[in-house]
């Protein structure tokens, strides 16, 4: 009759001796409770481990401007009267901001692709057809484009005579980089 072993019910040797089955248990109940401590040791330190490496520099370093393209009068003293709105409203911790970074990016206009001229072939070169949910070309035509013009908030003059077109935008409030230039994105007023 042969006999069936558990972990409760260690087999015996033909001897009749329980050490072989005695220390195969208490192996694996001390490997088990050591590898419950190293993942649990793992799971703590590794955030700490991964604080120690720098992002890479391609997450933080998207330039969001698409072309530059030179503004109109009137997209000029709209996006200059929204910094001066911004700024006259801007409590501590949005000034705070503006003394880290002093460049602001304002909405002067926003249009669709198609009225943008060359906008449409540089979208498709540049494989934007999947960005935004519209991924024939016909439907980006029709794409929102947000022309943005660049302020000193510390002068409030533009940075640059142009202005940048872009259609993905961070959140208002956030930091970008347009056409090269690091700015707190503001839209048309956060």
């Known amino acids: 009759m042969k006999e069936t072993c558990s972990p409760d019910r260690p087999c015996l040797e033909p001897d009749g001796s329980l050490?072989?089955?005695?220390?195969?248990?208490?192996?694996?109940?001390?490997?088990?409770?050591?590898?419950?401590?190293?993942?649990?040791?793992?799971l703590l330190v590794w955030p700490l481990i991964l604080g120690f490496f720098q992002r890479s520099a391609d997450a933080s370093t998207t330039d969001y401007a698409l072309m530059s393209a030179t503004p109109y009068y009137s997209e000029i003293a709209l996006a200059r009267e929204r910094l001066e709105k911004f700024l006259y409203k801007a409590d501590a911790k949005k000034r705070a901001i503006l003394a880290q970074t002093p460049v602001v990016a304002v909405q002067a206009a926003v249009l669709e692709a198609f009225e943008a001229g060359s906008m449409l072939r540089w979208i498709g070169r540049e494989g934007y057809f999947g960005t935004g949910g519209a991924s024939y070309p016909g439907d980006q035509a029709r794409r929102q484009v947000e022309f943005l013009l660049l302020f000193d908030s510390r002068t409030s003059q533009l940075v640059s005579d142009d202005g940048v077109l872009v259609l993905i935008t961070p959140q208002c409030g956030r930091i970008g980089v347009f056409g090269g230039v690091s700015a707190l994105y503001i839209g048309a007023g956060w």
Request: glycine share 0%; net charge positive.
């Open 19 to 42: 050490l072989p089955s005695f220390c195969t248990v208490w192996i694996r109940i001390y490997f088990a409770q050591e590898m419950k401590q190293f993942a649990l040791s793992l």
